[in-house]
T-cell receptor
Framework: DVKVTQSSRYLVKRTGEKVFLECVQDMDHENMFWYRQDPGLGLRLIYFSYDVKMKEKGDIPEGYSVSREKKERFSLILESASTNQTSMYLC???????????FGQGTRLTVV | GENVEQHPSTLSVQEGDSAVIKCTYSDSASNYFPWYKQELGKGPQLIIDIRSNVGEKKDQRIAVTLNKTAKHFSLHITETQPEDSAVYFCAARDGGQGAQKLVFGQGTRLTINP
């Protein structure tokens, strides 16, 4: 079975902190994604990566950055956390030509 | 870019009845339309998908239909069961270059009443 693992289920951080969300996949997928899930807004793409050290902005990249130093790991970084970044964060991976995206269990981040 | 609208936001049906969730998309170049189910405390999981060269696809109690002309697609669940209660998301694959950049709808919370 494909497994996408996010390092934390729940996180509470203070405003202004630098926050790292980690995601690891075990299926040698080329593509990895970070989505943000908010009620009534669905899943919105923050950043994605097609290869190691490669990244592209999604629809809502402001306030975030990413790092992909190894194929299996994709990190989302909140440079200076703010309360409006309180949300559920979902990591996903996939590999062409298969179009299915496999999701992790999510990290619920609260910024206080 | 692609925009996906999903309705309704909440849906409550009696066990055994059918449920229908509808989505519209904006980019005529989109060619892949998956549906994901998210159970409480879990990440979304693919349940069925359809490509633009097919009008309908069925897998046991679930089916998806696609109308390319009208740019809308729907999820149909028949003989609903309590385990169908979840949040459902439709998505469209961005028609541009690159693989799997999916644009999601807003989600539908489906509740099956016993």
């Amino acid at each position: 079975d494909v497994k996408v693992t996010q390092s934390s289920r729940y996180l509470v951080k203070r405003t202004g902190e630098k926050v790292f969300l980690e995601c690891v996949q075990d299926m040698d997928h080329e593509n990895m994604f970070w989505y943000r899930q908010d009620p009534g807004l669905g899943l919105r793409l923050i950043y994605f990566s097609y290869d190691v050290k490669m990244k592209e902005k999604g629809d809502i990249p402001e306030g975030y950055s990413v790092s992909r130093e190894k194929k299996e790991r994709f990190s989302l970084i909140l440079e200076s956390a703010s309360t409006n970044q309180t949300s559920m964060y979902l990591c996903a991976s996939g590999s062409p030509p298969n179009t299915e995206a496999f999701f992790g269990q999510g990290t619920r981040l609260t910024v206080v | 870019g692609e925009n996906v609208e999903q309705h309704p936001s909440t849906l409550s049906v009696q066990e055994g009845d059918s449920a229908v969730i509808k989505c519209t998309y904006s980019d005529s170049a989109s060619n892949y339309f998956p549906w994901y189910k998210q159970e409480l405390g879990k990440g979304p999981q693919l349940i069925i998908d359809i490509r633009s060269n097919v009008g309908e696809k069925k897998d046991q109690r679930i089916a998806v239909t696609l109308n390319k002309t009208a740019k809308h697609f729907s999820l149909h669940i028949t003989e609903t069961q309590p385990e169908d209660s979840a949040v459902y998301f439709c998505a469209a694959r961005d028609g541009g270059q690159g693989a799997q950049k999916l644009v999601f709808g807003q989600g539908t919370r489906l509740t099956i009443n016993p």
